[in-house]
């Protein structure tokens, strides 16, 4: 690929190569899509027409970095899950564009037949499922979808986060790199410890709920963990990639159809959601797009998981790249509180 320009814009790297922006995954030395395109819907609500056509869509923008898990998305009625990455392992065998991919799937959340937990054999046996769902031979990054918390006392030693399982993946080859979802802040740095103390592969990036306006103090979104100053504190100092799913919060920004859960109500919501559209008005942009722009362009960076359902929608998404914000407007974004 041939490579153009490079900038540091915040303290990220961003490279445009053929005119596509890419950002590194933590320490691994391998740049990834500045948005990762989330397949949740795909092969269940989105049909396989419309998910080709998406897929199609965002790698004509330059987009390579692919999220889906095992579980996705079996709460759809009629499907048990693995769709998903069935859908995605037709689409690459049907494009022949495996290898400019970039795959992350996951183990650890409960689906037909299939307990929730992170044993070392479960993560063997749904890796194995997984390949073949997708028609690969190596995944390219393994999340553990969710921390599996062992009761009080904490063993000492390995088995955080299924990490030893996991490194095991990684030295068969069938997994690249893995990062973790879900996960408080000193569970990470728990499992970080273990890694490195046994010399295991180590999770590069971490997948958390996250958007621009902040859930309410106390909020809870259990099973999910919403991402937190904290966790981004810690994303910066130990180099770790911060993944934002639930970006645009089912589209609640700009449509009347859609409303912010109560855990979003918070004393500040007010206060960002009118700077938003502030921000939004000044450059010219949907507030879903500078969402978007401001994750990428915050420090440290942090790659959306971009969804939709329509062409439209995934336009406006990608549309957001082309936005560059003003230290002015980022600090603005950043500061409005209640
Ligand atoms: N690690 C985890 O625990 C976890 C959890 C959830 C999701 N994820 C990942 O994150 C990805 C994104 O999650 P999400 O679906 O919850 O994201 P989201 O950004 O909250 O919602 C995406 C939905 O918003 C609507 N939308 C998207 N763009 C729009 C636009 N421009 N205008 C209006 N509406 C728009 C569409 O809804 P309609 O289709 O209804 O129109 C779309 O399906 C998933 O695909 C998955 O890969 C991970």
């Known amino acids: 690929m041939k490579r153009e320009t490079c900038c540091v814009l915040r303290g990220v790297i961003w490279w445009w190569e053929d005119g596509v922006r890419t950002v590194l995954l933590g320490n691994t030395g391998v740049e990834v899509s500045a948005f990762c395109l989330g397949a949740m819907y795909f092969g269940t609500s989105t049909d396989e027409e419309t998910s080709f056509r998406l897929l199609d869509q965002y790698v004509e923008a330059g987009g390579s ?25 037709a689409w690459m065998r049907e494009r022949k564009n495996r290898a400019r991919m970039f795959i992350a799937t996951k183990v650890g959340f409960a689906y037909p037949g299939v307990e929730r937990g992170l044993r070392a054999r479960q993560i063997e046996t749904e890796c194995e499922k997984s ?17 599996d918390r062992p009761p009080p006392p904490p063993p000492i030693g390995g088995g955080v ?14 997994v690249r790199f893995i990062g973790a979802s879900n996960f408080l802040a000193w569970r990470l740095e728990m499992a970080r410890w273990v890694s490195q103390t046994h010399g295991w592969a180590g999770y590069c990036c971490i997948q958390q709920r996250y958007s621009y306006i902040r859930p309410k103090p106390g909020a809870s979104f259990a099973p999910q963990i919403a991402a937190d ?14 993944l934002a799913y639930s970006p645009l919060l089912t589209g609640a920004y700009t449509r009347a159809d859609r409303a912010f859960s109560e855990q979003y109500l918070g004393p500040d919501t007010d206060a960002r959601l009118a700077t938003l559209k502030a921000v939004a008005g000044e450059v010219g942009a949907t507030a879903n797009q500078v969402v978007l722009a401001w994750m990428v362009q915050s420090d440290p960076c942090v790659i959306p998981l971009v969804a939709a359902s329509t062409v439209e929608q995934m336009r406006e998404n990608l549309g957001a790249l082309e936005i560059t914000l003003s230290a002015d407007q980022m600090a603005r974004l950043n500061g409005a509180s209640a």
Do not use: Q
């Open 65 to 89: 970095f692919l999220d889906t898990a095992n579980i996705y998305s079996h709460w759809v009625p009629g499907f048990v899950g693995g769709e998903s990455e069935t859908l995605l392992g």
């Open 131 to 147: 390949l073949k769902r997708l028609g690969i031979d190596t995944v390219d990054l393994y999340y553990a979808h969710v921390d």
């Open 161 to 174: 986060g299924g990490v030893e399982a996991f490194d095991r993946l990684v030295r068969a080859g069938k």
């Open 229 to 242: 100053d904290d966790l981004l504190d810690y994303c910066r100092a130990r180099g770790i990639t911060m």
